[in-house]
């Protein structure tokens, strides 16, 4: 079965500063990662995807994420933290191939200072 | 592209009645829209798979007579939560595969809260 760990359930940083969210995964065989944002009351956005290529991907927003697959890991980062970044990020996974549903980390808050 | 709308956002009923929440894809076809809840500072948890045209596969723990689910069109999906109580009480939200898209690559929409008094 597949599964993703958010070990961070709030991470803080200041404006200005880079962040990390941290996110691992476990999937059979490639796998198909995805990192969403969620504001107070409204749906998932999409942020970015990983499916195949450069281990580095960049969306929305500023945002990149690194794969590693040794680690499998899929932090996502920013250069720049914003205040309007503050927000609810998951992580999901699924298996590249076949069917199967997303399967959504826990879900780590992001908290911008000014 | 690829917009997903839930109606109502905000829905307040009494216990014991029906409450339907709409999912539509405005600009695309879905064969797959799915139907998550969220629990207040949890993660999303998969409710059921819809597929256009068969019966909706729930997940382990669902109960199929207590949220009903349609999915008669390829832009369409229906959840209806029957006799509501006041623990159906939470934040649901559909998502949908665009027809003709990456297998993984969904489209949500903006939620639908429901309090059941």
């Known amino acids: 079965a597949q599964s993703v760990a958010q070990p961070e359930d709030q991470v803080n940083v200041a404006e200005g500063n880079p962040l990390t969210v941290k996110c691992t995964y476990s999937?059979?065989?490639?796998?198909?990662l995805f990192w969403y944002v969620q504001y107070p009351n409204r749906g998932l956005q999409f942020l970015l995807k990983?499916?195949?290529?450069?281990?580095l991907v960049k969306g929305s927003y500023g945002f990149e994420a690194e794969f590693n697959k040794s680690q499998t890991s899929f932090h996502l980062k920013k250069p720049s933290a914003l205040v309007s970044d503050s927000a609810l990020y998951f992580c999901?996974?699924?298996?590249?191939?076949?069917?199967?549903?997303?399967?959504f980390g826990k879900g780590t808050m992001l908290l911008v200072s000014p | 592209g690829a917009v997903v709308s839930q109606h109502p956002s905000w829905v307040i009923c009494k216990s014991g009645t029906s409450v339907k929440i709409e999912c539509r894809s405005l600009?695309?076809?879905?064969?797959?829209m799915f139907w998550y809840r969220q629990f207040p500072k949890q993660s999303l948890m998969l409710m059921a798979t819809?597929?256009?045209?068969?019966?909706?596969?729930?997940e382990q723990g669902v109960e199929k007579d207590k949220f009903l689910i349609n999915h008669a069109s390829l832009t369409l999906s229906t959840l209806t939560v029957t006799s509501a109580h006041p623990e159906d009480s939470s934040f649901y939200i559909c998502?949908?595969?665009?027809?003709?898209?990456?297998?993984?690559?969904?489209?949500f929409g903006e939620g639908s809260r429901l309090t059941v008094l």
């Open positions: 819809s597929n256009e045209g068969s019966k909706a596969t729930y």
């Open positions: 600009d695309f076809q879905a064969t797959t």
């Open positions: 990983y499916i195949t290529g450069d281990n």
């Open positions: 998502s949908a595969r665009p027809k003709n898209r990456g297998p993984g690559e969904l489209f």
């Open positions: 999901a996974v699924r298996p590249y191939s076949g069917y199967s549903t997303l399967t």
């Open positions: 999937v059979s065989g490639n796998p198909y």
